[in-house]
């Protein structure tokens, strides 16, 4: 493939329009007075800037579009004829003249017969450049002969110097400015740009390239520089985008072939939301790509096999911690020597973009009063990154606010010693796995996993958000039914969205009711089976290689398969509370003021109730609208009545032993 640089509109090339323009003009003059005007000097003086700006090597705007569109002669002078009658008053006058008819004042195929000697009928055929590609567009409310021709407007504005792409397609391709992506690119980055050049420039065709991974910035990073080093424009657009009616698709394709004609360009198709189930739009996508001849760049996290052309793939990968690392350093400048060890601290738990690093830095700066302030700076720093992976995760999962402590955490001693061993392995992943040398060269199975069982209500999202809070991370809850698709392959894309947003925000994965999906695993007796265990060990593998903390709770350990519970770091056990735990759980569920009991008899006998710290919550606050709605503060009468309606939602018998002297 020839990479010409596109061509921008110059002085130069209006001033070769006009003149060129002014010898139609000359010709429908002379056909006025009645001259003889030789057929061989039609375009004589066109002829002659041609060859004094060939010396230049330069080739005018006009004549870059007539070579690209392969115009003939006769169809270079009836576009000229055209683009005079929209630029020179005078054309309407002449024509109206040379036509006999005040009211047909336009080009038309008879006026082109009239003073073009060397007229051919092919101009009339659909397949002729002119019409083909729509250059001239003719009416169909008349006569063929007498149809007005009319120059497309996009045409006529890219030689007057206005490259905005035709209005059809500015609703679905959107231009990418050049200074977009203007900073330096990673090494292995630029190493997938080099290869791609080096591709495209022993090419015929126009090549198709697929860049796989999961930041789209990056990959339009690399697309970017691509376009810049080749002098190209870029162009976005998603395969979201692409109509599924087999006529406007063929439009569509017409009109990006001649845009790319009129401006060499590389068009970026982005495929990251293309679902498999969705067969018309998989059947829009490669038709597009069957009838497009034009370079492409496809993004999608995964190689798909769309075409019958060949596509070339190459998997563009997060950035290196050590390259992170660079680009904070680039971009705090004289601050990142005194926020060296936070910065050690952002690679290892946030995995982002250096347009993600950028946005992150400016944010932090903006929002410190003190930039002296070492703390409140590297506290801003840390929100900022948490900050740019919410927005995709909280359309994938449900963000839960960690507003528990230790304090209400009511556990033996060593399940809270699990929780804080995992607090650990957390915050000092970069001094083991990097600076010790313990993650070795391969950073897979390095992520943490955790099991949590117990009944409902023994704390166990509780720690998982005494967690978060200690770590200063988001924690999210994933209902794995919503996750589990019924078609085949959507489950995997479901969770890898899910893990590759995580990723970038290094927040905990809270898996509810985990005994659902990992439970022991039956005999495989139909396909249905097979595809189930599949997305078993799918799930198992993302969650051994997750760079985070992920968490799966069950109430029932014993239901889990054995072989899975092998494979995870911690099981932390949250037994029933017993009553002495219960009474504690009491004593922090009530805010400060609210109740009217005898503090020191009354909560040994709530402490009797045999519920769980779920249960005793939502008992507390069943009372506390009661007692509300009352006026009054919350007495035992109120616990009371709460504790019957809490059990029959539990389905359980309240005893008379557990509350005989509530009341």
């Known amino acids: 493939m020839t990479l010409t ?37 039609q375009l004589e003086l066109i002829e002659e800037l041609s060859a004094t700006i060939a010396e230049q090597e330069y080739l005018p705007a006009f004549e870059v579009l007539c070579k690209s569109f392969n115009l003939s002669k006769l ?7 055209c683009i005079g009658w929209e630029l020179d008053s005078h054309f309407n006058k002449l024509i109206a003249q040379i036509q006999n008819n005040s009211q047909i004042h336009y080009p038309t195929f008879n006026l082109a017969l009239t003073i073009f000697s060397d007229f051919s009928f092919e101009l009339f055929h659909y397949q002729s450049p ?38 059809e397609l500015q609703s679905r391709i959107k231009p990418i400015p050049a200074d977009t992506y203007s900073k330096d690119l990673s090494s292995t980055h630029s190493q997938i740009v080099k290869q791609i050049l080096q591709q495209w420039q022993t090419t015929v065709k126009n090549p198709f390239i697929q860049l796989c991974g999961t930041q789209v910035s990056c ?39 001649r845009e790319h004609r009129l401006v060499p360009s590389i068009l970026f198709l982005d495929c990251e939301n293309l679902n498999d189930t969705d067969a018309s739009r998989q059947t829009a996508l490669n038709f597009f790509l069957d009838n497009i ?64 690093i950028a946005n992150a830095t400016h944010t932090a700066l903006s929002q410190t009063s003190a930039l002296n302030d070492e703390k409140e700076l590297k506290a801003a720093l840390w929100n900022s990154c948490r900050a740019q992976a919410r927005p995709s995760l909280d359309n994938l999962a449900t963000r839960i606010e960690a507003k528990a402590t230790w304090d209400d955490l009511i556990l033996p001693e060593q399940p809270k010693l699990i929780l804080k061993e995992m607090i650990a392995h957390l915050s000092q992943r970069s001094v083991v796995y990097e600076k010790w040398g313990f993650g070795g060269k391969n950073n897979r199975g ?3 996993c955790a099991l949590f069982a117990g009944v409902p209500g023994t704390g166990k999202t509780m720690a998982a958000e005494v967690i978060a809070r200690e770590l200063n991370l ?10 589990v698709s019924k078609y085949i392959g959507e489950t995997e894309k479901n969770l890898a969205k899910l893990f590759d947003a995580a990723e970038v925000g290094g927040v905990i994965l809270l898996f509810d009711e985990g005994d659902a999906l990992f439970g022991k695993r039956s005999e495989v007796k139909d396909s249905k089976d097979r595809y189930a265990n599949m997305e078993v060990s799918y799930l198992l593998q993302r969650l051994e290689d997750y760079n985070g903390l992920s968490i799966i709770t069950t109430n029932i350990k014993d239901a889990l398969d054995t072989a ?7 099981v932390v056990e949250f037994p029933f509370p017993n009553e002495e735990e219960r009474i504690k759980i009491w004593q922090r569920v009530f805010p400060h003021g609210v109740l009217d009991i005898d503090e020191s008899r009354d909560f040994e006998k709530l402490g009797r109730l045999n519920v769980a710290g779920g249960n005793i919550k939502s008992i507390a606050l069943r009372a506390a609208f009661r007692a509300a709605q009352e006026g009054k503060k919350i007495q035992m009468i109120h616990l009371l009545e709460a504790t019957q309606s809490e059990y029959i939602k539990l389905e359980r018998t309240l005893t008379p032993n557990e509350t005989y002297d509530w009341v």
Request: glycine share 2%; aromatic share 8%; proline share 4%.
């Open 474 to 483: 988001d924690v999210y809850k994933i209902d794995l039914s919503a996750t």
């Open 446 to 448: 390095l992520g943490t």
């Open 75 to 81: 169809e270079r002078q009836l576009l000229l004829l």
């Open 293 to 356: 001849n034009a370079p492409i760049i496809i993004s999608s996290p995964e190689p798909l096999q769309l075409s019958r052309r060949s596509i070339t793939t190459w998997e563009v990968k997060p950035l290196t911690n050590q390259e992170q690392r660079s680009i904070w350093f680039e971009n705090l400048g004289d601050y990142s020597s005194q926020l060296e060890s936070q910065i050690d601290l952002l690679v290892t738990n946030f995995q982002l973009t250096p347009e993600a």
């Open 219 to 257: 990959k339009l990073h690399i697309a970017a520089r691509v376009s810049k080093e080749i002098g190209w424009a870029l162009y976005y657009t998603s395969a979201m985008f692409l109509p599924t009616k087999v006529t406007d698709l063929d439009r569509l394709i017409l009109l990006w072939k």
């Open 130 to 167: 002119l019409r083909n590609w729509e250059l001239i567009s003719i009416s169909d409310k008349t006569a063929l002969i007498n149809s007005p021709l009319r120059v497309n407007r996009r045409l006529l504005y890219h030689l007057l110097g206005d490259n905005k792409i035709d209005r």
């Open 564 to 570: 899975f519970l092998r494979r995870l770091r911690f």
């Open 5 to 41: 640089p596109s061509h921008q509109v110059s002085q130069q090339d209006l001033i070769y329009l006009l003149n060129a323009i002014d010898k139609i003009r000359q010709r429908l003059q002379s056909c006025i007075d009645g001259k003889e005007y030789p057929q061989d000097s």
